[in-house]
């Protein structure tokens, strides 16, 4: 009986979560496209493709599906993912937005989808000496790697041997541009584990 009991009030607090969360008044525009921004690096092509024509009296509903479709667990109430997520966007809002903008930058993208990185080595930007003048000071090259974030084995990729390294010039703009733009649409796909 008990076991009977434990399922039947699980899903009544659940549809009593989504039900309390449908009835919250309509997303205003700046609160849908600030929404967007944040989980812009967690979401799908096809989620872009549909946020688009979402009606303002669909955008929660929107927002609930977007992150059931990534809880582990879609019975329960609480989302490990959105917890997370939501975590990780409080932290970075601050660091990783180009120029404050609604833009994140590559350090904003991988650190939303893979989280803190296990090591970090700052300062490698790369000098030499002036061809014209082997006395002058230092001049930094372009595009060399001013930090580089070491994660071992992100649950969100496969797994290597060595881990992953992503290195970030002074912009924090990713060195290997491609590569990483490959890598993080592969973990944001890791995310979604209830396809509708």
Known sequence: MKRMLLPALLLAVLSAVVAARQDQ????????????????????????????????????????????????????A???????????ILSAERRYRINGKSVWNDCGRVYLLLGKPDFVKNNLVQQHFSARDPMSTFVEQENTASEEWLYR????????????????NTSCEAIAGRTTDRLLQQAAASYVVNAK
């Open 25 to 76: 008044a309509p997303m205003s525009n700046d609160q849908w496209k600030r929404w967007l921004d944040q989980v812009a690096p967690l979401m799908m092509k096809t989620e872009r493709d549909q946020a688009k024509k979402v009606a303002p009296a669909r955008r929660n509903e929107f927002r609930e599906s977007f992150w059931l479709a990534r809880n582990p667990d879609p019975s329960s």
């Open 153 to 168: 084995n992100p649950p969100h990729l496969p797994t290597l041997p060595d881990g992953y390294v992503f290195r970030f």
């Open 78 to 88: 609480v989302n490990p993912v959105r917890d997370e997520f939501e975590g990780r």
